[in-house]
């Protein structure tokens, strides 16, 4: 069975703060992949991000940045200096091989100006 | 078309009717999804299909729910005799799971049960 743990139901920050999305897993695969989704105030799920289990490599795209550690089962999302823009309810998602794509329950993040 | 495609985007439809929901995946994608979102609430997987096969269809949450997938592409989601509790958005995403691609969603049917 596979699981995926996002322990914070909401967040709220003032513009410019920067915060940390936690995503937990649980898989016995060895090759698994990791998701990280935005679905913005119109719905749309919007894809941000693909981590391989085989590639522990941190990334970083503009203020968005990626903490993938398998020791602790953890892939983490920070956004730094937060905008207004980024209010959003973010899902990590996890996949292995022949098994549906698992999300957890959701971040509701909330950026103040 | 470029990418997923749902219809109808909107359904309203009366509380007893049986209601056909579609959706046309990327082409050349082999995995399809269905999942289902209440409003505030997170997403609620509904059945995997691989091909036309659906090796995981544990999320349909009862025998009214039925859906296939043909050719390997689009895909029906049947909902018979409707109940309220069915009212929320329906969301099908396609991928290519051989290569760990992630998946892509369409922009669901908001389906509503008066």
């Known amino acids: 069975a596979q699981k995926v743990t996002q322990a914070q139901t909401e967040i709220s920050v003032v513009e410019k703060e920067d915060v940390t999305l936690d995503c937990v897993y649980e898989?016995?695969?060895?090759?698994?992949?990791l998701f990280w989704y935005k679905q913005p105030p119109s719905g749309e799920l919007v894809f941000l991000i693909r981590?391989?289990?085989?590639?522990?490599q941190n990334e970083i795209s503009g203020r968005y940045s990626w903490n993938f550690q398998k020791s602790t089962s953890s892939f983490n999302f920070t956004i730094t200096a937060s905008q207004v823009v980024d209010s959003a309810v973010y899902f990590c998602?996890?996949?292995?091989?022949?098994?549906?794509?698992?999300f957890g329950e959701g971040t509701q993040l909330t950026v103040n100006p | 078309g470029a990418g997923v495609s749902q219809s109808p985007s909107n359904k309203v439809t009366e509380k007893g009717k049986d209601v056909e929901l579609r959706c046309d995946p990327i082409?050349?994608?082999?995995?399809l999804y269905w999942y289902r979102q209440s409003l505030g609430q997170g997403l609620e997987f509904l059945i995997y299909f691989q091909g036309n096969s659906a090796p995981d269809k544990s999320g349909l949450p009862s025998d009214r729910f039925s859906a296939e997938r043909t050719g390997g592409s689009v895909s029906t989601l049947t909902i018979q005799r409707t109940q309220q509790e069915d009212s929320a958005v329906y969301l099908c995403?396609?991928?290519?799971?051989?290569?760990?691609?992630?998946?892509?969603f369409g922009q669901g049917t908001r389906l509503t049960v008066v």
């Open positions: 998602a996890l996949k292995t091989s022949g098994s549906r794509l698992t």
């Open positions: 995403a396609s991928s290519m799971p051989e290569r760990g691609m992630e998946a892509f």
């Open positions: 981590r391989n289990s085989f590639d522990e």
């Open positions: 082409s050349g994608h082999t995995a």
């Open positions: 898989t016995r695969d060895t090759t698994y992949y």
